[in-house]
């Protein structure tokens, strides 16, 4: 039986969704990571491979520190199965602590997986709550807004704690997606957001409320299909993400590059400080701005819709 899940990517508001403002995110379906799992010999339990890392993890064994064990553990347990006679293959092609989601695309695969191989199928609230119990390894502190748009995989504005809400954009988006081949785990940027925070939260709450105010325009220009004013509000909150310092040159000189080949706007999306930015462009400017990301050493270039 097999499974997949989507890549991610946030639009707008990282970090400040963390602190209860909205963000915008949306499914990436040019990289998935995909869940096989077969029958093994009887009494063999309940093997966990995961192609990328090279990880075998046994299900009976192992620290339930280990998110894709956990998320595992617990989607048997609320199948009511305890420790099957099962072969279970990961693999994705997300890059890891990229900001697409890779942590959260992967257990949404194994999670369906799981649910397919005993014969039925997870509704995507009971998959998005499973895989928020992974996310909290991954992150620390997560605003669900991963294990969200992953499991329902469409775009999303969300609000945490609160039923996200289906956005529609009045026109298809096109974004070319660069990553810049810096590693950064999101856990560790949450984590330094929320040092700064706590030293001084006046100024941290102000630039969480400039961003969420830009989500609100982004989400209203979005709707009406105003590419060039998106553009501008994506530009706004790249300004904002650098106040809370999640840049890095490197994603800077992406993202000046994408703009000068032509992008209506650009930012880091997700984490931070390594990992993706994204570049809202026309269908004409594409190739010129993939072109000028891979010259400017991107590590890897994709183009998405979002409609
Ligand atoms: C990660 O994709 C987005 C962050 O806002 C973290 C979170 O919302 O959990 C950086």
Same mark, same amino acid.
């Given at each position: ?102 942590? +959260?695309?992967? %257990?949404?695969? @194994?999670? *369906?997986? !799981? ?9 995507? #609230?009971? /998959? ?116 809370? +310092?999640?840049? %890095?040159?490197? @994603?800077? *000189?992406? !993202? ?9 706007? #650009?930012? /880091? ?39």
């Amino acid at each position: 039986m097999t499974a997949t899940a989507p890549g991610k990517i946030i639009l707008v508001g990282e970090h400040a969704v963390v602190y209860g403002r909205p963000a915008i995110a949306a499914p990436v379906w040019q990289c998935v990571a995909t869940a096989t799992i077969r029958a093994a010999a009887p009494g063999a339990g309940c093997t966990l491979h995961a192609q990328d890392t090279g990880q075998q993890l046994r299900l009976d064994e192992g620290s339930v520190e280990e998110p894709l064990l956990l998320v595992a553990r617990l989607a048997l347990a609320q199948l009511g199965l305890d420790r099957p006679d099962w072969q279970i293959d990961l693999h994705s092609d997300i890059p890891m602590a990229s900001g697409l989601g890779s942590g +959260a695309a992967l %257990s949404t695969a @194994l999670v *369906r997986a !799981i649910f397919r191989q005993a014969g039925s199928e997870v509704d995507p #609230a009971t /998959l998005s709550a499973l895989v928020y119990e992974s996310e909290r390894f991954y992150h620390g502190t997560p605003s669900g807004i991963d294990n969200t748009v992953v499991a329902y995989g469409q775009p999303i504005w969300f609000v945490k704690d609160a039923a996200f809400q289906p956005v529609h954009p009045g026109c298809a988006l096109t974004l070319v997606i660069a990553d810049s081949g810096v590693r950064s785990p999101t856990k560790e940027t949450v984590g330094d957001v929320r040092t700064a925070w706590l030293r001084d939260p006046a100024r941290y709450e102000a630039i969480f409320d400039a961003i969420g105010e830009t989500v609100v325009q982004a989400r209203l220009a979005m709707e009406r299909g105003d590419l060039p004013g998106l553009g501008v509000l994506l530009d706004a909150n790249q300004g904002w993400l650098e106040e809370l +310092a999640v840049s %890095s040159v490197l @994603l800077r *000189r992406l !993202i000046d590059v994408a703009r000068a080949a032509g992008a209506l706007g #650009a930012k /880091l999306s997700g984490g931070g400080r390594g990992g993706n930015v994204i570049a809202l462009v026309e269908p004409a400017a594409v190739d010129p701005v993939c072109a000028a990301l891979r010259a400017a050493g991107a590590a890897r270039v994709l183009v998405t819709q979002i409609e």
